[in-house]
T-cell receptor, first 113, second 113 residues
Framework: DADVTQTPRNRITKTGKRIMLECSQT?????MYWYRQDPGLGLRLIYY???????NKGEISDGYSVSRQAQAKFSLSLESAIPNQTALYFC????????????FGPGTRLLVL | DAKTTQPNSMESNEEEPVHLPCNHS???????IHWYRQLPSQGPEYVIH???SNVNNRMASLAIAEDRKSSTLILHRATLRDAAVYYC??????????????FGQGTILTVHP
């Protein structure tokens, strides 16, 4: 079984709808991250959490919110989806501070119409 | 934050070595050099990282210049499965980028049979 899983893997939604992307990990890591990737671009950090009580904004947090329900679960919400949030979304986890090897999920492909 | 510069693309033939360069002239003394790669339709995958000394693992080798202003990821014998986008990333253990990966556009590696 994969260490980092994301659901759903694909989603089509309409402008204005609320949508939640979920991430679960079995690696026992404290740190979790949400990134988005747009065609031809690298990944950009949306939010990150260093433990259940510590959540921080990344470089592109506007229009997104997150919830860290437990050490193993980190959810990303789009409160009112808009077309420019169409992207590939990745969740990641890491353990050791400083050396920061991150482990990525398979991604969620989101299309906002 | 210190930035990295990589060629947009490189090509190699199967079974030949590949040297992927990265320039990071503004690297600080506590920046770790990380390499990730992203295969088509997958999340990024950790490859290797180092601080000052050259590093080897089962996937690749990392050669770090003595002044640490550049590094080279070495794939000893490229295979078709190595075709991916390779990202060189700096992570500062104690600075503002602590715990956060900043992905640039990376190097697209094409491997020819």
């Amino acid at each position: 079984d994969a260490d980092v899983t994301q659901t759903p893997r694909n989603r089509i939604t309409k402008t204005g709808k609320r949508i939640m992307l979920e991430c679960s990990q079995t690696k026992g890591h404290d740190r979790m991250y949400w990134y988005r990737q747009d065609p031809g671009l690298g990944l950009r950090l949306i939010y990150y959490s260093f433990d259940v009580k510590d959540i921080n904004k990344g470089e592109i947090s506007d229009g997104y919110s997150v919830s860290r329900q437990a050490q193993a679960k980190f959810s990303l919400s789009l409160e009112s989806a808009i077309p420019n949030q169409t992207a590939l979304y990745f969740c990641a986890t890491s353990d050791l501070p400083g050396e920061e090897t991150q482990y990525f999920g398979p991604g969620t492909r989101l299309l906002v119409l | 934050d210190a930035k990295t510069t990589q060629p947009n693309s490189m090509e190699s033939n199967e079974e030949e070595p590949v040297h992927l360069p990265c320039n990071h002239s503004t690297i600080s003394g506590t920046d770790y050099i990380h390499w990730y790669r992203q295969l088509p339709s997958q999340g990024p995958e950790y490859v290797i990282h180092g601080l000052t000394s050259n590093v080897n693992n089962r996937m690749a080798s990392l050669a770090i210049a003595e002044d640490r202003k550049s590094s080279t990821l070495i794939l000893h014998r490229a295979t078709l499965r190595d075709a991916a986008v390779y990202y060189c990333i700096l992570i500062n253990a104690g600075g503002t980028s602590y715990g956060k990966l900043t992905f640039g556009q990376g190097t697209i590696l094409t491997v020819h049979p």
